[in-house]
Structures are given as C-alpha cells and as structure tokens.
C-alpha cells in the first residue's frame, strides 16, 4: 500500500455525505490518494463542497474527464444494497483497464469474475483488487481467539453506515498517544482499502463468519497489544445482524465502543424496526455477549454530522449523562474521551 | 424425490448417535431409502444396533460391499467440522460416479467443483446433488416476510445437533392432524435431503443470510398456513451464532419452540461456553426477536436419548413446571403437547 496510488473514484449519481460510503471514507482518511470523482449529478463541485471535507479534489461527469486528472487506479466508491455489479459499469471498467489503471473493488460482485474484464485485465497486465474476496482457507472459530494477550475493542452501533470504522479511524492515533501499541482490524472494503489488509466479514460462507473474525484477531494480535476491530451492522438490523453476531462472537471482545446517530430512530431503509433508547440498547449489546465473554460498553461514539454544533454539544452532554459513559462525536469532537476511556480499560484490565 | 432413490451412506468411523448427524436423520425419516451404511469401524452391525432405529438396514466395511446392496445413489452422512472433503474421499466417489451412483452431498465443498468428479460424472451422465450450493440471486432481506398471511414457527436450541430439525420433522404430521394445511421449510443439508426442497442457510454469503431465509419462508407460505422452519445453531454458539440470528432474523417467526438436551452443560466442542438455566434461555431466545418482532416461545422439546425412560419423563415434567410451558421430547414421548401449543397459537394469534 506504500506505492503512489491515484484513486479516481466512480461514485455515479450517488455522491453524499450519506451514501458513498467508501468514497467518503477514503477521502477522509487517504485525500492524497484521491485525484477526482465521477458524478455527473454533481460534476463541477469539489468534495469540500459534497462532503464537507476533502478540500478541492474535483466531481467529474465522465470517465474521460477523470481520466484527464492521470488516475492509475479507478476505485468502485459507492456499494449498492446486495452489491451487484451494474451491467453499465462493465464498459465503464473495460475502458478503465484499456487505460492501465488498477481496480479496487470491494463489492460482493467481483470483477475478477466478469470473463471480459478478467481477460481484459491479463491483456493489459492491470490488477484488479476485489476486496471482499475471502481468503483461501477460514476454519470454524473454536475460542483459540481467548488466548490473545492484547486488549480487544469492538465498536458495535445501532444501524448500519452509522461510525463503526470510522470511529476506529479516529480513534487510532490518539490511542496509540496513549503509549499503546494498536491495530485496527478491518472487516469491511473501505477499512481494508484505508489499512490495506484485513477481511471482507460480510463476504465470507455463513458458518465461517466468526471463523474469519477470529483468524483476523489472531493476525492483529501478533503486532499489538490492542486491537480495534471493526464493527459492521446492528445486532438488531434484519438484514445484516448475521454478520454483526458472527463478528461480536468471532471477534470475542474484552470491550465495546457504542456507535449512534443522535438524530436516528428507525433503521436505515427498515424503518419497521425501531431503534431502542440508547441506555437500553446498550445492555442489549452487553448481553449479545455475556454468555461467551463479558465485554462492557466502555464509551459513545456519536455521530452527529447532520447537527449544529450546538445542538451536538448538547446531544453529547445529555448521552453521557445519560449512560454514564465518556461520549464524543469523533470526527467533531475529536476522540480523545473515546480514546482515554480505552486506554485506561487497557491499563486495568485484569489478566 | 418421488423416484425410487437407494442410498447409500458413506459414514466412515463416525456412524453414532451423536456424531453422523445427516445418516442418522435420513435413516429414522426415509429408512425406506438407505440399503446400508459404510463404517468399517462397526461393520456387521445393523442401523437398530448402532442408533437404536432403522431396523435391519446393515453396516457394512468397504464400498464394495456396500455396492453388492444395489444402490443407486452414494449420501455423505457425516458433516466434519467445516464441511472439507477429506482427500480419501475422493476415490470413493470416483467408484460411486463410474458404477452409476448419484451423489448426495451435504458439505460445504462441492463435489462438483472437483474437476475430476465433475468429468467423471459428466463421462458418466451422472447428478451430483450438491444441497449446500446456494441459489443464484439471493436478495438482500428487507422484511417482505412481514406481509406473510401463514403462522412462522421456528425452532430454536441451546447448541447445535440437540434437534431443530427432528423436531420439526416429529411434528409435521401431528400438527397437520390438527387440520393446519403445514410445510416443513429445511434449512440444512439433511432437511433439503428429506424435504426435497429447502436452502442450505448457512452456506450463504454472510450479507445474505436473512435474505436466503425470507425467501424460503415466502416460498414455503404460498403453500401453507403453517410454516415450521428448521432452526439452526444456537443464539449462544461461538462458531455459528451469525447463522443462527440470520436465519432468526430473515424468518423473523410469530413463535418459536425451545430444544434442549437436559444432560448437556456447555456447548459442544466449546465446552467454555456454559449453557444457561433453560428460563433463562427462553428469554434470552424472545429477547433476540423482540426488536424486530415478538416471538414468544411457546413449547419446549427436550432430546432425553441419553437418559432412561423414568429419568426422561421426570425430567419433561420439570422443565414444564419451570417453564409454564408444554414440553415432551418429541421421539420418546411423541410431538403432542407441543404441536397442540402450536395449532393453538395459530388459531389464537392476534391478524
């Protein structure tokens, strides 16, 4: 990951603050890396001006205008529900890889499957990265996982696309302020594109979900004493809550960072399932593990982007009055209460 | 399946009541199908011998042996850890496929991706019955099953192998007898093999879990009034727990019904992970539903093979007084109090 890559990220019709969720996070983690987006819907803009972050790189209509901005990797930025690959995009990538550039793909559809594209590929010599791929070979998780001598910390949240990475990414460099030695474990596309390793959990067979969670523990452990995993899902979303056990249980973490969006009642595009009063959904999440390892809610993530500053002030105070938990909006706030509270749990813990 | 199908079963040092899960299920559903079973560890036993049902149905040491019974379709009946297909198995098979056997398979490898057996069978015009391969699209679940008119009733268990499925099977035609037109939608190998139909739900991509589930239980209501869904895992079970909430939240049942071994403590196999008090469990079972939708429990069956027949029913008497809830162990004692539970909470519940 150490080489000069130039994303352009495809992110057609659907670049938002709310729903290119890899374009946005790669943006803000890695702008460096990023010469342009395509959205013709909003060609003309900067990602300053979507986003609210990412400074001047600039929103082109087409393929050739983004081409223009001398890219060597076009990046999939958007992940469509159940994540099929568009029949219009084929051409889009068939001229990407004509023009030599690598693809970084983290749908559940792989490039690398679509016969053209593949052999289109090897014609050119370009790679193509399909994120989500699974590793070879994942055991069934037995609780080897138990025998890691470093801190586990999960986020876990109410939704989906609600901070679980992000508040990971925010969160690493003040932790490791702290004096301690920290991973982040990434289980989804865009965190394995930022950290450039990790597994896609949700892309794995069923029954080795907590088998892969595991194996990724066990990888991080190896160069820390505190790893900070990734959460995905909800444990109440109907969708995706699979994955979100298969984590929680794989994973085994010693402590939860609690992910919510103040301004969040229902689940996104389930609104039939309402989301509990924080404080209850709290010991909900405590009790998804007890049974196997305790792991306390140590602290609150929010995320409050869609709030004034004051009134996320506000919001901020109220949920750590109300859980008695330190609590920030990371990306607002900074992360530090988030971050201290880690590190002392840490520091404490008993062994 | 109507067709006059001969198995026979490969369970190869493992053929125990506790251990050769699919053989034994196909054995006390379909005996009328199995000719003999291949474990050269127990062979000059009979099924009645080893499992205490299936009659006169022989064990016998080599696949020679077995095929002088005239079968016509080899089964895997064993389901190792992780489902891989042991390299020793694979001349076997090449013997069944060039002697004109079908094969049925439960493990999570498909026999036909191994490109010599898939020839082979081709070269032979042979099926190969892969149950685990998923359908082609899966949709994401989003809570269409919600609109279901028919009464979803779910087994749930505290580990695996404890009998979701037997169960199930045990109560079909007492609940029909109470004149419920009901369908049996299987989840597991060994339900598809003896249902015919069903999806192999924790085969799926993880995404796709719920998505795989809300299908067949759609499917399975244009049929009937009545559908009992094969559970799978356990809420508590450190290797599959994210089948289990899939499967719980896709299907997203009205009621569920709780199996139980009474002589087990701790998880199979993860023996760290203690069982809970079964009143405890209940609630710990409507808890994981109650977000997206209650779903009492309504029954209990207990699996009492292991203990004598005074112990058993000393020990049904007490789970039903704890529990306030009507409890048989469906094989020894016969489905009825349970399955009258279940027609009655069908005619009950609230439209």
Redesign the interface.
């Known amino acids: 990951m150490s080489r000069d890559l130039r994303y352009l990220i495809l992110a057609d019709g659907l670049f938002h603050p709310e729903e290119s969720k890899t374009a946005n996070a790669v943006i803000r983690y890695t702008p460096e890396r990023v010469v342009g987006v395509i959205d013709a819907s909003r060609a003309g803009k900067t990602s300053q001006d979507v986003l609210g972050f990412g400074g001047d790189i600039p929103v082109v209509a087409t393929f050739d205008e983004g081409l223009a901005l001398k890219p060597n990797a076009l990046l999939i930025g958007i992940a469509p529900?159940?994540?099929q690959l568009p029949d219009s995009w084929i051409q889009l990538l068939s001229r990407a890889i004509e023009n030599k550039l690598e693809i970084w793909n983290g749908l559940?559809t792989f490039v690398g499957d679509v016969p053209e594209l593949a052999a289109l590929a090897k014609k050119h010599g370009v790679t193509i990265h399909d994120l989500r791929r699974p590793p070879a070979k994942i055991?069934?998780?037995?609780?080897r996982v138990?025998n890691v001598k470093a801190t586990v910390v999960l986020t876990v949240g109410t939704d989906c696309n609600i901070g679980k990475m992000t508040t990971q990414l925010q969160l690493l460099d003040a932790v490791r302020g702290h004096g301690i030695k920290t991973k982040f474990a990434a289980t989804g596309q865009t965190g394995i594109i930022i950290e450039g390793s990790g597994v896609g959990?949700?892309?794995?067979?069923?029954?080795f979900?907590?088998?892969a969670a595991e194996k990724l523990v066990l990888d991080c452990a190896k160069e820390a004493d505190l790893v900070l995993v990734e959460g995905q899902g909800s444990?109440?979303?109907?969708?995706?809550?699979?994955?979100?056990?298969?984590?929680i249980?794989?994973s085994?973490p010693h402590a939860q960072v609690m992910c919510a969006q103040p301004s969040r009642t229902a689940i996104n595009?389930?609104e039939?399932?309402?989301i509990?009063p924080l404080v209850d959904f709290i010991k909900?999440s405590e009790?998804a593990t007890s049974?196997?390892r305790p792991a306390p809610v140590i602290a609150v993530a929010l995320n409050t982007y869609d709030l004034t500053d004051d009134d996320a002030r506000r919001v901020v105070d109220q949920v750590a009055r109300e859980t008695g938990l330190p609590t920030t909006d990371p990306v607002r706030f900074g992360p530090e209460p988030v971050a201290g509270a880690i590190a002392q749990f840490h520091w404490d813990r008993p062994r």
Chains 1, 2 share one sequence.
């Open positions: 529900a159940g994540g559940h055991q069934v998780a037995n609780g138990r959990i949700d892309a794995v067979i069923a029954d979900i907590a088998g444990i109440i979303h109907p969708s995706y809550s699979g994955v979100t056990y298969g984590l249980h794989g085994l595009r389930c039939w399932v309402k509990p909900m009790a049974a196997l």
